[in-house]
């Protein structure tokens, strides 16, 4: 089946430090979603891809659709200590019977302040 | 209310035991996912509702594991006979289902599953 690759798995910064992570897929995909998770919570969705190259901004966040629709990535600019979380990303080929996100196994970031 | 609620928050349960879980999707989803999530892992796709009907049953990992939706709100997933593998955050999702695919899931907090 689809499989996703995200890295890095983990990462520990100092506090207004620019953070970056991404995903890559072995087929394409036609959304991609970036989501936050936080202990005891479920995945707060962040950004939502749905063009091939398109970049697309939430705040410090800064998400693109690879033009390959094979793979994402996600920029935290100027991290703060709430940005603390496991980000994961997800892809879906909607349409059909099909309806589930596959989900990258996440990146767990770590902000000192 | 506003967002994705399950319940119960937390189910301890014994070995052998039945256990049903329980999802409210935000009012007007048409779409509802099942997922599970083992302690530090990513998410697991269990199932996917439409209305009342499950298209997609792929990620059921056993005939132990069931789920209906009724009145195209509440779903119940329900586990029978638990086993200890069976340990997990049970997640359930909602979103608009398009031709145009806006379909964003929203996420309810989960309910921690712990089979002793």
């Known amino acids: 089946g689809q499989q996703l690759n995200q890295s890095p798995q983990s990462m520990f910064i100092q506090e207004g430090e620019d953070v970056s992570m991404n995903c890559t897929s072995s087929?394409?995909?036609?959304?991609w979603l970036w989501y936050k998770q936080e202990p005891g919570e479920g995945p707060v969705l962040l950004i939502a891809?749905?063009?091939?190259?398109e970049l697309t901004s939430n705040g410090r966040l800064t998400a693109q659709f690879g033009i390959t629709r094979k793979d994402s990535f996600l920029n935290i600019s100027a991290s703060i200590p709430s940005d603390v979380g496991i980000y994961f990303c997800?892809?879906?080929?909607?349409?059909?019977?099909?309806?589930?996100?596959?989900f990258g196994k996440g990146t767990k970031l770590s902000v000192k302040p | 209310g506003a967002g994705v609620s399950q319940s119960p928050s937390n189910k301890v349960t014994e070995k052998g035991k039945d256990v049903e879980l329980r999802c409210d999707p935000i009012?007007?989803?048409?779409?509802l996912y099942w997922y599970r999530q083992r302690l530090g892992q990513g998410l697991e796709f269990l199932i996917y509702?439409?209305?009342?009907?499950?298209?997609?049953k792929s990620g059921l990992p056993s005939d132990r594991f069931s789920a209906e939706r009724t009145g195209e709100s509440v779903s119940t997933l329900t586990i029978q006979r638990t086993q200890q593998e069976d340990s997990a955050v049970y997640l359930c999702?909602?979103?608009?289902?398009?031709?145009?695919?806006?379909?964003?899931?929203?996420f309810g907090p989960g309910t921690r599953l712990t089979v002793l």
């Open positions: 997800a892809g879906m080929n909607y349409g059909g019977s099909q309806g589930n996100l596959i």
């Open positions: 999702a909602s979103s608009l289902r398009s031709s145009t695919g806006l379909n964003e899931q929203f």
């Open positions: 009012s007007g989803h048409t779409a």
């Open positions: 087929s394409i995909f036609n959304t």
């Open positions: 509702f439409q209305g009342n009907s499950a298209p997609d």
């Open positions: 891809l749905y063009k091939a190259g």
